[in-house]
T-cell receptor
Framework: GEDVEQSLFLSVREGDSSVINCTYT??????LYWYKQEPGAGLQLLTY?????DMKQDQRLTVLLNKKDKHLSLRIADTQTGDSAIYFC??????????FGQGTTLQVKP | DGGITQSPKYLFRKEGQNVTLSCEQN?????MYWYRQDPGQGLRLIYY???????QKGDIAEGYSVSREKKESFPLTVTSAQKNPTAFYLC???????????FGPGTRLTVL
């Protein structure tokens, strides 16, 4: 079946790079997404990548996709305290629905 | 401003009562979704609607009902049949089911 897995927690120091990893199972996924959730708020769409791409960069965010290994990562350069949040990876299934991972809590220490 | 609104932000109800959560969008999106989020877990899909007057069950539809009488509105009713209704409820919308979904701020429902 469709499943998305993420590590639950990541701690980094302010100014370092953060790398959040995600694996998925549906090889027919066409789009993969990264969302950010701050405490008590909804999800904010950060970026997405189409399955025929290997990499997408958007300012401090870099998304890498290894389609062979079904592995997706989000790199945040020069991580700031305002980046502290829960980050969700999601794949779009062939029915059009999004399948979410359980979220990675990013803690940024000053 | 375009966006998705959910009201209220916090909602308290007694056990056995039905409660309706509001979701409105002015993004002209065709598709709308309801998710449930529990602590430490990802989002689980309750119901979704691709077009007015049509909706489909998601993965955890039991104990919930929806309607889609207008493109802009997709209210969710949590019925007394829902065994564990206390959770954070998120509404989202997208251009059809092929686009990225945009989320509202959520409603935290507590059943006492």
């Amino acid at each position: 079946g469709e499943d998305v897995e993420q590590s639950l927690f990541l701690s980094v120091r302010e100014g370092d790079s953060s790398v959040i990893n995600c694996t998925y199972t549906d090889s027919s996924s066409t789009y993969l997404y990264w969302y950010k959730q701050e405490p008590g708020a909804g999800l904010q769409l950060l970026t997405y990548i189409f399955s025929n791409m290997d990499m997408k960069q958007d300012q401090r965010l870099t998304v890498l996709l290894n389609k062979k290994d079904k592995h997706l990562s989000l790199r945040i350069a020069d991580t700031q305290t305002g980046d502290s949040a829960i980050y969700f990876c999601a794949e779009r299934s062939n029915t059009g629905k999004l399948i979410f991972g359980q979220g990675t809590t990013l803690q940024v220490k000053p | 401003d375009g966006g998705i609104t959910q009201s209220p932000k916090y909602l308290f109800r007694k056990e056995g009562q039905n409660v309706t959560l509001s979701c409105e969008q002015n993004l002209n999106h065709d598709a709308m979704y309801w998710y449930r989020q529990d602590p430490g877990q990802g989002l689980r899909l309750i119901y979704y609607s691709q077009i007015v007057n049509d909706f489909q069950k998601g993965d955890i539809a039991e104990g919930y009902s929806v309607s889609r009488e207008k493109k802009e509105s997709f209210p969710l009713t949590v019925t007394s049949a829902q065994k564990n209704p206390t959770a954070f409820y998120l509404c989202a919308s997208s251009y059809g089911t092929s686009g990225g979904q945009f989320f509202g701020p959520g409603t935290r429902l507590t059943v006492l």
